[in-house]
């Protein structure tokens, strides 16, 4: 199954390890770190054009990939949940 995250971008639900509001959790340094990271060795995909909401970060055969998303966090939980019904 895969989860529709925005502008045409779906990720396999199996391969995420977590779906974040990027409101909240870019106050801390190690979200930071991490956005920083991601960017600087193009693991960061914009699935966007728009404000971004939340990120995705999914794990598929040892490779990172970091989805920044314009749906929240909150919407893409529910579509989650949607699934397991």
Do not use: W
Request: proline share 1%; aromatic share 14%.
């Amino acid at each position: 199954m895969y989860l529709h995250i925005g502008n045409n971008y779906s990720v396999d639900i199996r391969d995420i390890v977590g779906i974040f509001d990027i409101e909240n959790t870019t106050v801390g340094k190690y979200t930071k770190k991490l956005l920083e990271r991601s960017e600087k060795n193009h693991f960061c995909v914009y699935a966007t054009y728009d404000m971004p909401k939340s990120f995705i970060i999914t794990m598929k055969n040892n490779t990172e990939t970091l989805y920044i998303s314009q749906l929240s966090a909150y919407t893409l939980r529910k579509r989650l949940d949607d699934y397991f019904k």
